[in-house]
């Protein structure tokens, strides 16, 4: 299923979630022919994120409401702008109004975030990264507003990338066996994918340079000094791996991993932690 075809589906079953059997509150005291407009009025300073999907949102539900859009993804809003205006039935812009502010608010609030980690970024090599660490069914739309705020995605999902991680290390029963389970499996289903191993310590970094064979070397946990450390030492040896800085970073700390010369740090409170952006649909 492509990520549009995802979308899709997400915003029928939302809008089936929370309409259900009708949303008779519309229905009592709004007349059927009533026309209307509404603005969306932005509230909090940020990045604005999730516009397309709005009008995707007002569109699956009634394709006759129209939207004028004045800000689009990717625009730094201020408290008073305004986003776009929505035009057509009332009871279809009160019906899609909750759905489509709680996927911009998410989705701006993402956006803002990455945006700000990224600013921490500037002058250094590396790059933000998201993680799956995302709210079930809203997988695209959050990695979307990533995207939006600046940042790069890791993997969408279990499907398009291989990530040996600390688990799958144990169980497969060290190192060298789970890099080489990747590349035979690889192998035999004729899969083009990259292989990352996440090393808990400069020892386990040794050993995956040593068996060779991968794209990227998730540090998890590593300390500033050690990431400088495993840096130096990847360099060395093949300076062609990627090298992924995870665990617990922040805003404090981002940008001392991002000076010792890696090329990715992971983020996980981008999506698993974030405050929403502060936004409101209005009647006109």
Do not use: W
């Not at 909750?98 to 998410?106: K, S, Y």
């Not at 993680?131 to 959050?142: C, F, N, V």
């Not at 090298?243 to 991002?258: F, K, N, P």
């Not at 090329?263 to 936004?279: F, Q």
């Amino acid at each position: 299923m492509t990520e549009k075809e995802l979308i899709r589906s997400l915003i029928r079953l939302a809008l089936t979630e929370d309409i259900g059997d009708g949303d008779h509150t519309t229905l009592c005291s709004i007349p059927e022919t009533e026309q209307g407009k509404s603005k969306l009025l932005i509230k909090e300073k940020g990045v604005l994120a999730g516009v397309d999907v709005a009008i995707n949102v007002f569109h699956t539900f009634d394709p006759e409401l129209q939207a004028e859009v004045f800000l689009g993804d990717g625009s730094r809003v201020e408290p008073g702008d305004v986003a776009f205006i929505v035009s057509g039935k009332v009871r279809s812009i009160l019906q899609t109004e909750r759905l489509v502010l709680n996927i911009m608010q998410r989705m701006s609030g993402i956006a803002t975030l990455t945006d700000n980690y990224m600013k921490l970024l500037e002058g250094t090599p590396a790059k933000v990264l998201d993680t799956r660490k995302t709210t079930p069914g809203m997988r695209m739309l959050e990695k979307q507003a990533v995207r939006i705020g600046g940042g790069e995605n890791h993997r969408t999902g279990l499907f398009d990338m291989i990530l040996l991680k600390d688990n799958h290390v144990d169980f497969a029963g060290g190192i060298e066996n789970a890099i080489r389970g990747a590349q035979n499996y690889l192998k035999e289903k004729n899969k083009k994918l990259k292989i990352e191993i996440e090393v808990r310590n400069l020892d386990e970094l040794q050993k995956a340079l040593h068996v060779g064979g991968v794209d990227r070397i998730m540090l998890d946990n590593f300390t500033p000094a050690q990431t400088l450390e495993a840096v130096k030492t990847v360099k060395a040896v093949n300076d062609r791996v990627e090298l992924e800085s995870s665990g617990g970073i922040t805003v404090d700390t981002i940008r001392e991993y991002a000076e010792t010369g890696v090329d990715y740090i992971s983020v996980g409170a981008l999506t698993h932690s974030v405050k929403s952006l502060d936004m409101s649909l209005k009647a006109i």
